[in-house]
């Protein structure tokens, strides 16, 4: 186990109440700067290699994005995926008592991480990347239930200017109507409809070791990175036991790690 410089090992009942009551919550300082470090080199190392499982932000077209991988700039990164066959630091890290204990709070005892979603590091840099719209990650995923925790950890300073996460407190409980999403399934900033649960946008500006917890329906959005420096982030996703992937689903193509 790597050296810990915090953390208690549970959210506080009040806590927990948040997180069911606004879809989030951010721990302070939760994640050993150690850990933060060791993720820094690998991603930096195959960042630099363009190693592995490569997700460009040409790739997924948003505004700000370069048009294709031979554009200017085509080859910027957006994640690196697979995160887990990357290095052992990761699954380490989510069996540490004070990731996986909180992530039982939140989903109950047995606790189950896909590696089909998220389980990337996401890099944002500065001139090159995209607006995300305001969305629920699992538009595209395919559970029993949309009952899932994902969990962000800062890598380095996520502020309003570099693109940290948005996100819409509640919205994890609402219910969303088709014809509030536009065909990319994007929560529609432009419709009049949606404006009152946009006024209520919260920001979550993070420092090195801080972790977001938030629930996978909650609404979230991020700019791109408005600064020179790039903006590093790991983020996996959770699940309990009894919520499985659909067969056949692009949930279901990977295994899954029993926490
Ligand atoms: O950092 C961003 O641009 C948001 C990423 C995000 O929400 C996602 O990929 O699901």
Not at 65 to 73: H, K, N, V, Y
Not at 79 to 94: I, K, M, T
Not at 143 to 149: C, G, I, N, P, W
Request: glycine share 4%; charged share 25%; aromatic share 10%.
């Amino acid at each position: 186990m790597l050296k810990q410089e915090v953390c208690t090992d549970q959210l506080s009942v009040e806590e927990v109440e948040t997180f069911r009551r606004e879809g989030f919550i951010v721990q302070r300082s939760l994640i050993p700067l150690d850990y933060v470090d060791r993720i820094l080199q690998i991603t930096k190392r195959d960042e630099t290699a363009y190693f592995g499982d490569i997700e460009y932000e040409a790739d997924v077209q948003y505004p700000g994005a370069p048009q294709s991988l031979t554009d200017e700039g085509g080859r910027t990164i957006r994640r690196l995926r697979q995160a887990f066959s990357r290095d052992p630091v990761f699954a380490r890290l989510v069996k540490e008592p004070f990731v996986v204990n909180r992530l039982r709070q939140l989903l109950g005892e047995q606790v189950v991480m896909p590696l089909a979603h998220h389980n990337c590091v996401m890099t944002k840099h500065p001139k090159y990347s995209s607006d995300t719209g305001w969305h629920q990650d699992t538009r595209y995923w395919s559970f029993t239930r949309s009952e899932l925790v994902n969990v962000w950890v800062a890598l380095g300073d996520e502020t309003v200017t570099n693109g940290c996460l948005r996100l819409l407190p509640g919205s994890h409980r609402m219910v969303v109507e088709p014809d509030q999403l536009d065909d990319e399934l994007f929560f529609r900033d432009d419709l009049p409809r949606n404006q009152s649960i946009l006024s209520t946008a919260a920001t979550a500006e993070l420092k090195a070791g801080d972790a977001l917890f938030f629930h996978a329906c909650c609404l979230h959005s991020a700019t791109r990175n408005y600064s020179d420096r790039t903006k590093y982030s790991a983020v996996f996703t959770f699940r309990s036991l009894d919520n499985p992937p659909l067969s056949d689903s692009r949930s279901s193509e990977l295994p899954e790690l029993l926490l």
